[in-house]
C-alpha cells in the first residue's frame, strides 16, 4: 500500500490549509487512516485519525476544534481540513495507515504500517 500525501504549503497564522492522502490499495479491510506531524527537533505526535469503515474521527488535544478529518471512500482519500492555522503548527505532515491497530493504539506511530512521504506546513507568525 502506497498513500500519497499533497497539499502542504506556506500560510499565515489564522489562514487555512487542506492535505489529502490518497491510498494505492481500496481500503476495504484498513481500520485507521490519519495524520501525525513532526516539527524539528522533535518526535512524530499523532494529529488526527478516522476509522475508515465507521467515519468516527479523534483528534489530539492541541487541534481539536481548528481541524477536521474526513475521509472519502469511493476515493480512498483522507482529507485534513486546517484551520485557524498557529506558527506552533509548522511541522511535516505525514500520512498513515493500518489494518489491524486497535483504538488504544490510534496516538502510537510506531504502530501504523503505511506512511505517506511527508507534506510540509509552514505557518507564518
Known amino acids: 500500500v502506497q498513500l500519497q500525501a499533497s497539499g502542504g504549503g506556506l500560510v499565515q497564522a489564522g489562514g487555512s490549509l487542506r492535505l489529502s492522502c490518497t491510498a494505492s490499495?481500496?481500503?476495504?479491510?484498513?481500520?485507521?487512516m490519519g495524520w501525525f506531524r513532526q516539527a524539528p527537533g522533535k518526535e512524530r505526535e499523532f494529529v488526527a485519525v478516522?476509522?475508515?469503515?465507521?467515519?468516527?474521527?479523534y483528534y489530539a488535544d492541541s487541534v481539536k476544534g481548528r481541524f477536521t478529518i474526513s475521509r472519502d471512500k469511493a476515493e480512498n482519500t483522507v482529507y485534513l481540513q486546517m484551520n485557524s492555522l498557529k506558527h506552533e503548527d509548522t511541522a511535516v505532515y505525514y500520512c498513515?495507515?493500518?489494518?489491524?491497530?486497535?483504538?488504544?493504539?490510534?496516538?502510537?506511530?510506531?504502530?501504523?504500517?503505511?506512511w505517506g512521504q511527508g507534506t510540509q506546513v509552514t505557518v507564518s507568525s
Open positions: 498513515a495507515a493500518d489494518d489491524r491497530l486497535i483504538l488504544s493504539r490510534i496516538r502510537y506511530a510506531q504502530d501504523y504500517d503505511y
Open positions: 490499495v481500496r481500503p476495504s479491510g484498513r481500520r485507521f
Open positions: 478516522c476509522n475508515w469503515s465507521s467515519g468516527n474521527t
